[in-house]
Nanobody, 126 residues
Framework: QEQLMESGGGVVQTGGSLRLSCAAS????????MGWFRQAPGKGRSFVAG????????KYSDAAKGRFTISRNNAENTVTLEMNSLKPEDTAVYYC???????????????????WGQGTQVTVSS
C-alpha cells in the first residue's frame, strides 16, 4: 500500500526555521509530482510548494516564495520542505501529497493529488 509519512513539525518562534520531511513507502513515488499543502484551523487545505518527478521544476505559493524551499531525493524516496523566516500565519498542519505518476505538471489543487500523508503540526509563536 502506498504511504507517505511526514516528520519534522514542531513549535518555533517567529523568524525561526523548520525542516519538514516526507518519506514515501514505495519506489512508485520516485517519478511522481510531489506537493506540500497546509491547513490552518477553520480553513481549507492550501498549496505551499510542489516539485516535479526528478526535481527539475518547482512551484511555490506566493506566501512561500523566498522563504521555503522544496527538494527531493529519489534515491531515498524523500521530499523535504525547508522553511525559513517563519511567521505566525504559517501555523498549520502540513501535508505531503503525491500525484499519480502519469501526470507531469505541478498543480495547486488538492483534488489533483491522490496520496496523502497524515500531516505534521507546525506552530509559530509570536
Amino acid at each position: 500500500q502506498e504511504q507517505l509519512m511526514e516528520s519534522g513539525g514542531g513549535v518555533v518562534q517567529t523568524g525561526g526555521s523548520l525542516r519538514l520531511s516526507c518519506a514515501a513507502s514505495q519506489n512508485a513515488f520516485r517519478s511522481a509530482i510531489m506537493g506540500w499543502f497546509r491547513q490552518a484551523p477553520g480553513k481549507g487545505r492550501s498549496f505551499v510548494a510542489g516539485i516535479t518527478g526528478h526535481g527539475e521544476g518547482t512551484k511555490y505559493s506566493d506566501a512561500a516564495k523566498g522563504r521555503f524551499t522544496i527538494s527531493r531525493n529519489n534515491a531515498e524516496n524523500t521530499v523535504t520542505l525547508e522553511m525559513n523566516s517563519l511567521k505566525p500565519e504559517d501555523t498549520a498542519v502540513y501535508y505531503c501529497a503525491a500525484r499519480s505518476p502519469e501526470y507531469i505538471l505541478v498543480t495547486e489543487s488538492p483534488n489533483d493529488y491522490r496520496t496523502w500523508g497524515q500531516g505534521t503540526q507546525v506552530t509559530v509563536s509570536s
